[in-house]
């Protein structure tokens, strides 16, 4: 099966884009003109698009879209009436999208079309509107944030022109209209890029932030004792975590989520006991789960967030830890049925330990004492007490006695 012939097919989108940054092609996307729904119907085409035409490819299964322009309808990202009809050209198509390295073509033959100055904004390393329909679409915002966490370490910045329009955005209340699902969606992918802290910093940037995380934009400005934070600035502290997460854990969004919410209890410190910050863990789980709640986020996700919000200092201190804190931790984070959660967790704390001024390569030799902690809480034989204990109704205690014995020898052998 081929493609439809009298149509005119285009590679657009990040294919074109990142072809020409020497990034790796991973998805190919293509724009058909000319073209009705019924000529890709009867090639055997697979029709999967929801508001406007698009067809899988039966062999490649790439995405095939009819040109099409788009009338705002509605607030939010779902707001619009689209329009596909064969006389739509290329470069109508292309003027619907939002970032002009992303209104690019490409023939079939590697002819480049460019009718908005992509590629001299791709050289340029500028992110810049494509027209003023980007205000339609609060969507868009995100988007701008999650394209400089991907190309910030490349030297990319928002044009200052679309970065007054997103401002505006804000202003006039489009932003409110983000569906959770589409935050969660664009701010995951944002967090496991290369430079996370600039996806919250552009949003920051707009006003957005205060609007989609306002428990993490009120951390900028409240001070920390600078004999821990030589940075002083809570917000300031987060970002560079999310910087260690991304170092540390490369692509995982999940560890940088947990590096984002670790600190929001100091957003909440009252102001006569700064710089001060007593109790700020407990003070943290709330505003995380509100944030997990509000965006619907996945719950191994959630649970390792408040994990880390609540736990984190104990992490810190565990060479201070008595045998029955050292034991509540280590139960608290489940480490019985869930080994690879303190792993995780630690990788958090460790780029808490190292986001901070002049500790970016700082050991930290809490993980391997935690890990072996785990390994010796883990070593006694739940089973072998249950069949050895005569008063069946005191296994629970008896094991748990154990556990406490066996935290306290491994305190005693450091």
Known sequence: MNTPT???????????????????????????????????????????????????????????????????????????????????????????????????????????????????????????HVSDAFSEDPVRVLRVAKFMARFAHLGFSVAPETLALMKAMVANGEVHHLVAERVWQEMHSALGYQSPRAFIETLRQCGALQVILPEVDALFGVPQKAEYHPEIDSGLHTLMVLEQCATLSPGNAGHAFCGLCHDLGKALTPIEELPAHHGHEERG???????????????????????????????????????????????????????????????????????????????????????????????????????????????????????RAAIKAFIASR
């Not at 998805?27 to 000529?39: C, E, F, I, L, M």
């Not at 309808?73 to 003027?95: A, C, I, M, R």
Request: aromatic share 8%; hydrophobic share 40%; glycine share 6%.
């Open 285 to 403: 789980v709330a505003p995380t789960e509100n944030i997990c709640q509000r965006l619907r986020v996945p719950k191994n996700v959630k649970q390792l967030a408040v994990l880390v919000t609540r736990w984190h200092l104990h992490a810190h201190r565990a060479f201070e830890l008595t045998p029955k804190t050292l034991h509540r931790f280590l139960l608290a984070l489940d480490v019985m049925r869930k080994p690879e959660r303190l792993d995780d967790f630690l990788a958090v704390c460790t780029a808490d330990k190292r986001g901070r001024g002049g500790a970016a390569n700082a050991a930290y030799p809490q993980a391997d004492y935690l890990k072996d902690a785990a390994t010796a809480l883990r070593a006694v034989d739940a089973a072998a007490i249950a069949k050895n204990t005569v008063d069946k109704q005191t296994i629970p205690d008896a094991i748990y006695q154990a556990q």
């Open 6 to 128: 009298e149509h005119r097919v285009y590679l657009v989108g990040g294919a074109v884009r990142d072809k020409r940054l020497g990034i790796a092609v991973k998805d190919r996307d293509w724009v058909v003109v000319g073209a009705s729904p019924q000529h890709y119907i009867d090639a055997g085409y697979k029709p999967v698009g929801k508001d406007f035409p698009v067809f899988l490819h039966p062999t490649t299964h790439e995405e095939y879209a009819l040109a099409r322009t788009e009338r705002k309808t509605g607030h939010g990202y779902q707001g619009f009436t689209f329009n596909t009809h064969p006389s739509v050209t290329l470069e109508e198509d292309l003027e619907r999208r939002d970032l002009t390295i992303n209104a690019m073509a490409e023939t079939p033959d590697g002819e480049l079309v460019d009718p908005y100055n992509g590629a001299a904004d791709l050289n340029d390393r500028v992110l810049r």
